[in-house]
């Protein structure tokens, strides 16, 4: 099979949404995008974690034209496809329904940067999408979804920003592997929880300074970063 190592990376990246709880039954979505070839790898419509091989990823083209495979590909496939043609160096996505990124989705919110933790990840708050307008749903739900995304990210870096809420919806992540955009999945299920959890505490706690918020940041990411292991 010509593009196996494809359909194993989106089943791995599937597998770990189960495994961090990022979301139950058959909610959620993971794809591995080769952008030589122009083709992602997606998990099939419906189907529950449990139920899933490399085998059973559907292949489909940046169209949204299913190209190999014997299921329907996830209906949020559309989604991925825009987010493909308009981030490049976004090799994986994975959209989940965990909990608390969710929650500030449904109160249509940005997750505010309240702590380093926060910041060890992105600068930013993490934004949230404008409320879809009724003639966008009415025309192609799933595409106009990727264009909210989109949109919400005009003037931002898709790559240093890897996570996005969407109003009324819930979270989608990407990164430079399927593996990575599960990765980032959990990291914001884990910010909108601490931040949550904050707000609760003291509804008027104030942004991060910039300060803090830079060093957090960059001794992970910048050009001197110092975090982990060369």
Request: aromatic share 10%.
């Amino acid at each position: 099979m010509k593009f196996a190592e494809l359909r194993r990376e989106a089943y791995e990246a599937n597998m770990e949404i189960e495994k961090q709880k990022l979301a139950i039954y058959t909610f959620g979505n993971a794809s591995a995008f080769d952008p030589e070839a122009g083709i992602f790898a997606i998990k099939p419509s419906g189907v529950p974690y449990a139920e899933l091989s490399p085998q059973a990823m559907v292949l489909v083209d940046l169209g949204g034209k299913v190209v190999e495979g014997d299921l329907r590909p996830s209906s949020d496939t559309p989604t991925h496809a825009v987010l493909y043609r308009e981030f490049s160096g976004v090799l994986g996505i994975t959209h989940t329904h965990s909990p608390y990124g969710v929650a500030w989705a449904q109160a249509c919110e940005a997750v505010p940067i309240y702590g380093t933790t926060h910041a060890d990840h992105l600068t930013e708050d993490i934004p949230c999408t404008e409320v879809m307008r009724d003639e966008a749903i009415r025309n192609n739900y799933e595409i106009e979804t990727g264009n909210q995304i989109v949109q919400a990210f005009r003037g931002l870096n898709p790559l240093e920003i890897e996570m996005v809420l969407v109003a009324c919806h819930g979270p989608f992540a990407w990164g430079k592997s399927a593996w990575k955009s599960v990765y980032n999945a959990a990291v914001l299920e884990e910010i909108a929880k601490m931040a949550w959890l904050t707000r609760t505490l003291r509804p008027g706690t104030p942004r991060l300074k910039e300060s803090l918020k830079r060093k957090h940041y960059d001794r992970k990411h910048g050009k001197d970063a110092y975090y982990g292991q060369a």
